[in-house]
């Protein structure tokens, strides 16, 4: 990822603080959209607010309530938001030396890894550089995704219909956006397109989470025509 | 869903994401392996992108949600902002929607 987001700019000072208010702004959107769904679909309003403030993944929210929300049994939710972010193993690894320090500084930036945190972090070159983007974009992500699933529980209480303002649209839209500059590369390229077109296949037949890690297959892709 | 769910899975997600850094401290990872978990992560960013748009509790999650997706994904792709490309699919799914399409 690192090889193919070098072309990709390198935003420093201002530019950063610029795009991690984007970055904020469009996954408050996303969270929103999360506290609603959950509202609507009949949860207790502090469920939502208390997992996103202990699991702080969108992606692994919204897949475990799906699955309640869908009649799921507990095991199956938590299995399919686990599963989701055995991703997050990868990203730890990538921004390893961005936490090192202090043990709380690594628990807390452990914490603070996510897709859109990883992202800002590995687009940078120097270490210094890494370090500010990683931090600067973790807090404000952290409490801008908080407040936003707290809005988005009362929106969802006033609102019953989410799914007429097209807010389930908005989640997988924010992942293509993240990973874009990722797909630079010809090989990580037909490797995602092929992951992708096996974990929409296997959808109906696999329970919820395992067609996304089954996608990994995809990878092969990287050891042809080196 | 009970309280404890949400403590397994967020407990599940913490050590998932330290051990990472953990093991990094015992291990060296070599360049080319660093290179394959930074493709990894892309092609799960995609899967999970691509599953999320086009299904629904395993089945087909209708026409307007990947269109608005689509949409999002052309003005992406073309640099336009990001709050612009999030915006832009719920407006397009919520106006397809309103239309009769879903």
Redesign the interface.
């Known amino acids: 990822m690192r090889m193919s987001w070098r072309t990709a700019e390198r935003p420093r000072g201002r530019e950063l603080r610029r795009d991690v208010a984007l970055v904020c702004l469009a996954d408050g959107i996303v969270g929103v959209s999360f506290g609603a769904t959950a509202v609507a679909g009949g949860l207790p309003g502090w469920l939502p607010v208390l997992m996103s403030l202990l699991v702080f993944a969108g992606g692994a929210q919204f897949a475990a309530i799906g699955v309640v929300l869908a009649g799921g049994s507990p095991v199956a939710a938590v299995a399919a938001g686990a599963l989701l972010n055995t991703r997050l193993l990868p990203y730890g690894l990538g921004v390893a030396d961005v936490t090192a320090g202090r043990w709380w500084t690594r628990m807390l930036g452990a914490h603070l890894t996510t897709d859109e945190t990883v992202a800002f972090a590995l687009r940078q070159d120097e270490p210094a550089a890494r370090r500010t983007a990683f931090w600067t974009c973790g807090g404000w992500l952290f409490s801008a995704w908080n407040v936003a699933v707290l809005l988005g529980v009362l929106a969802g209480t006033a609102v019953k219909n989410t799914s007429a303002f097209g807010l389930d649209a908005t989640f997988p839209a924010v992942l293509l956006a993240l990973a874009l500059p990722t797909l630079a590369d010809m090989r990580t390229r037909a490797a995602a397109g092929t992951g992708a077109a096996a974990a929409v296949a296997l959808t109906p037949v696999l329970p919820a989470g395992l067609p996304v890690l089954a996608a990994l297959g995809g990878l092969a892709w990287l050891w042809r025509r080196r | 869903?009970?309280?404890?769910?949400?403590?397994?899975?967020?407990a599940?997600?913490?050590a998932?994401?330290?051990?990472?850094?953990l093991?990094?401290?015992r291990f060296t990872?070599p360049p080319a392996a660093?290179?394959?978990?930074?493709?990894?992560?892309?092609?799960?960013?995609?899967?999970?992108?691509?599953?999320?748009?086009?299904?629904q509790?395993?089945?087909f999650?209708g026409w307007?949600?990947p269109a608005?997706?689509l949409a999002?994904?052309v003005l992406?792709?073309r640099r336009v902002?990001?709050?612009v490309?999030?915006?832009?699919?719920?407006?397009?799914?919520?106006?397809?929607?309103?239309g009769g399409v879903h």
């Open positions: 869903m009970p309280l404890l769910a949400v403590a397994a899975l967020a599940f997600t913490f998932f994401r330290l051990a990472g850094p093991f990094r401290d990872v660093q290179r394959l978990l930074g493709s990894a992560a892309a092609v799960l960013l995609v899967a999970l992108a691509a599953t999320s748009a086009l299904t509790d395993g089945g999650a307007a949600r608005g997706v999002a994904a992406a792709v902002p990001f709050p490309v999030v915006l832009a699919a719920a407006v397009v799914t919520a106006l397809l929607r309103l």
